[in-house]
T-cell receptor
Framework: DTGVSQDPRHKITKRGQNVTFRCDPI?????LYWYRQTLGQGPEFLTY????????KSRLLSDRFSAERPKGSFSTLEIQRTEQGDSAMYLC?????????????FGPGTRLTVT | ELKVEQNPLFLSMQEGKNYTIYCNYS?????LYWYRQDPGKSLESLFV?????AVKQEGRLMASLDTKARLSTLHITAAVHDLSATYFC?????????????FGTGTRLKVLA
């Protein structure tokens, strides 16, 4: 299967701990996105990479959140000093360079529970 | 700020019936997407609508786009239980040279046998 993969699929952590999630996009997809989805809501945009460059960050992404995409391949999303309000599904999506970066392919998500 | 609204938010329907889900958005966009999400799962792409008047059909689902009215519809024909899921529409927004999706609130569909 050459779809978008995410690891881990589930993470339970105590408040105040740091967590890191990984996303492996579809091979050769230049565009990579992170979204957060809480129960009963649609996904909310967090950040966007074009290759290794982080081109946009949402205001939802506080200073405790950081994302990287070294070498323009996989990406990581780190949350420092987790809070209960960070509990959500974190979704990664990728899309190809051409045609326009419109159709996004989503990974299975990482479900974070902060206790 | 771009807003994407869906209605209804919840829909309970009998098998065999027809119904339409509506997606309204507040700013100009030529592209609209429909996704399906099953509980606890990720999003599955259903339709990509790329221009005004676009219509796409897959099985019992048909999606259309009217960019002038800023409206897309997802029509369900002769619903079956397997269609029970949450359906999201999304519009892509070009800001500062980059694209991002803005998702609607979702429509939770339950098809009753």
């Amino acid at each position: 299967d050459t779809g978008v993969s995410q690891d881990p699929r589930h993470k339970i952590t105590k408040r105040g701990q740091n967590v890191t999630f990984r996303c492996d996009p579809i091979s050769e997809h230049n565009h990579l996105y992170w979204y957060r989805q809480t129960l009963g809501q649609g996904p909310e945009f967090l950040t966007y990479f074009q290759n290794e460059a982080q081109l946009e960050k949402s205001r939802l992404l506080s200073d405790r959140f950081s994302a990287e995409r070294p070498k323009g391949s996989f990406s990581t999303l780190e949350i420092q000093r987790t809070e209960q309000g960070d509990s959500a599904m974190y979704l990664c999506a990728s899309s190809p360079w051409e045609p326009l970066p419109y159709e996004q392919y989503f990974g299975p998500g990482t479900r974070l529970t902060v206790t | 700020e771009l807003k994407v609204e869906q209605n209804p938010l919840f829909l309970s329907m009998q098998e065999g019936k027809n119904y339409t889900i509506y997606c309204n958005y507040s700013t100009t966009s030529d592209r609209l997407y429909w996704y399906r999400q099953d509980p606890g799962k990720s999003l599955e792409s259903l339709f990509v609508l790329l221009s005004n008047g676009a219509v796409k059909q897959e099985g019992r689902l048909m999606a259309s786009l009217d960019t002038k009215a800023r409206l897309s519809t997802l029509h369900i024909t002769a619903a079956v239980h397997d269609l029970s899921a949450t359906y999201f529409c999304a519009v892509d927004l070009l800001t500062s040279g980059t694209y991002k999706y803005i998702f609607g609130t979702g429509t939770r569909l339950k098809v009753l046998a």
